[in-house]
């Protein structure tokens, strides 16, 4: 075998493992960046899920507090007809 074939065998051993090593540094950060989107997506999950309860949690105090206003103000038109209909 010559320097040449020997030379040539060399660079081809060093190309495959090049290849095998940069695809399995792909796969690597590949896997790491879909784990890293999965986490961002949970989290930004979280904080949504957080806000909108608390946006919720408000909605639900208005509409109680609303619907006090507008039971005091029904017992209130009540007693105005009650009161007009004794002074008739």
């Known amino acids: 075998m010559s320097g040449v074939d020997g ?4 660079v081809s051993a060093g190309i495959g ?3 095998i090593v940069g695809g399995a540094s792909r796969r690597f950060w590949t896997r790491r960046e879909t784990r890293q989107q999965a ?10 899920d957080e806000s909108i309860a608390d ?6 105090q208005f509409e109680r507090r609303q619907g006090q206003h507008l039971d ?7 007693e105005l ?8």
């Not at 986490?39 to 949504?48: G, K, L, P």
């Not at 946006?55 to 639900?60: G, Y």
């Not at 009650?82 to 002074?87: F, I, Q, T």
């Open 7 to 10: 030379l040539v065998e060399a």
């Open 81 to 88: 007809r009650k009161a007009m209909d004794r002074r008739r």
């Open 72 to 78: 005091r103000q029904d017992r209130a038109i009540a």
């Open 17 to 19: 493992a090049a290849a």
């Open 39 to 48: 986490a961002f997506r949970t989290a930004v999950q979280q904080v949504v």
């Open 55 to 60: 946006v919720i949690a408000r909605q639900t």
